[in-house]
C-alpha cells in the first residue's frame, strides 16, 4: 500500500525547516503532503496575513522537491478540516501517517495531551491513528505519552512562524530562517511590517534566468525566443510571455502554481497585460510588480455536476439561442436581480476590466484596485441596469432561470464550459500573479492613454 506523510501547520511564514523536514519525510513515505491549515474551529486567530500570501509562500518554500505535494484546498475553502476528515480523505490514496511536532504530545490541555483534548475525534484517534512525531535535538520537555503507533525522529531545532515574524516586523535578519525565494517574497511584498503592498519592485539579475511561454505558430514570438533562448534556465526567476494578452492569460493558468513573475512583451496585437515589443534588454533594472488575484469559478451543468475553473480575466455567460436570456443575479448568497433579460453577464477582476467588461460598457479601472466589476451584455431589463463595481470579497452568482426555452452557456477567460445551469465567482484565496512592468512600460499610464488620449507634449 502507498504510504502518505501528513504534515500540517500555519505556514505563516513556513520556516526553511519545512524543506528540510520534507526532504527527510521522503525517505520514510511514498508522499509527503504539506498542508497548509486555514482558520482553527475554536476560532483562535493565527495572523492578519491574508491566506494568498500563505500558499504563495508555501507553494515557494517547497517547489522542486520530489514526491512533495503542496495541499492548499483548506486555504481556498477558508477552514481547517479536523485531522481525521483528512485520514479518510487521504486514506483513499493510500496509508496515512500523520507529521505533528513533539509538542502536540507533551503539551497539555487539562489532564491529556493536546491530540486527545484539542482535536476533534481525539482520543479514537490517538489509539487508531499513525503518528510520526519531530522531537528536537534541544527540547528538554519529556513526553510521558505516546500514542498508540508512533514513530518519534529527532530533528535540529527550528525557528517557529511567530519568531519569524517577529524578526521581520522588528527589522532583524530573518533570511536564514526562511527560503531565499520566500525572503524575497516577504521584502517584495512587505509582509509581517504592516500593510502588504500589492505594487512592489523587482531587479532582475545581471544574468538572468528565464523560462519562455509563446505560441510557437506566432513568427515574432519565435523570433523573440530566439534572441533570449540564452538565457533560458532550469532555474528561472521570471516567465518571460511573448504573445498578445490571450498568450499571457493561457501562461498564467498553466504555469501560476510556480510562483515565479511574469514579464509579457508583446507580439501580438493587444498588450494591456504586457509591455511593448523590444529588445531592449529588461533585466538588471527596476521593474514593477503588480500581486494580482485569479477568480475561482465553478460551474454547475444541467445535470447538476460542478467544475471548478479559474480565470485572471473574466468569466461569463450567454445566451445558446436566438433568444434573450433570463438570468438570476446573486451577490453573497442574495438574489439581488431575480431576472436580467440580456444576450449575457460577465464578472471581470481589474485587470481584465480593459477587455470584454470595457466593449459591454463598463469603465475599465486600475489593475491594483480592489474589486470586481458585474457587466450586463445588451441588457432589454431592468432598464436602469448598469455595470457595477463590488469589493474583492464578493461571491456573484448568475443562474439560468430558464433552462429548457432560454439555455445559457459558460465561459473562463474565454474557454468553453458548454451550457450549463449556473456559475459561482468569488475571487480565489490561492491563486494570483505576480505582473511585471518596465518603468516606460506603466499600466495604469497605458490605461488612462487609452481613455484620455496621450499626453500632449508641446513643442520645444
Known sequence: MKTLGLYGGTYDPPGIHRRVHAKMLTERFDEVIMFPGGPRPRGEILNDTELIHRAVMADLTLRGVPRVRVELDDLEQDRQAPAWQLEERFGREGQVTHVIPADMVSQKYGDDPWIISGWERGREMWQNSRFLILRADNDPVPMPDLPANVEVVTVPPWETAAQIRRRVFEHQPFEDMVTPEVAAYINRNGLFRGVPRTESHLRVSPNPRFRLYYDPRNPDSVEMATLLEPFISDDPEMIVVLGGDGTMLRGIRELWRLRLPFFGINTGHLGFLLNTRSWKPFWNKELVVY???????????????????????????????????????????????????????????????????????????????????????????????????????????????????????????????????????????????????????????????SLLGPTAIPNA
Open 291 to 449: 500581486h494580482l488575484p485569479l477568480l475561482r469559478v465553478e460551474t454547475t451543468d444541467l445535470e447538476g455536476r460542478v467544475r471548478e475553473g479559474l480565470a485572471f480575466n473574466d468569466c461569463w455567460v450567454e445566451r445558446a439561442t436566438g433568444q434573450t436570456a433570463w438570468v438570476e443575479l446573486s451577490v453573497n448568497g442574495e438574489v439581488r436581480i431575480p431576472r436580467v433579460i440580456a444576450d449575457g453577464m460577465l464578472v471581470s477582476t481589474a485587470a481584465g476590466s480593459t477587455s470584454y467588461a470595457r466593449a459591454m460598457g463598463a469603465n475599465p479601472v486600475p489593475f491594483n484596485n480592489p474589486v470586481v466589476l458585474v457587466v450586463g451584455s445588451n441588457v432589454l431589463a431592468p432598464l436602469a441596469l448598469r455595470p457595477v463595481t463590488l469589493p474583492l470579497e464578493s461571491t456573484v452568482k448568475l443562474s439560468t432561470v430558464d433552462p429548457i426555452k432560454r439555455p445559457i452557456l459558460g465561459f473562463v477567460d474565454g474557454e468553453p464550459r458548454g451550457p450549463i445551469a449556473s456559475m459561482t465567482v468569488r475571487v480565489s484565496r490561492t491563486a494570483s500573479a505576480e505582473l511585471a512592468f518596465s518603468i516606460d512600460n506603466n499600466p495604469i499610464r497605458k490605461l488612462l492613454d
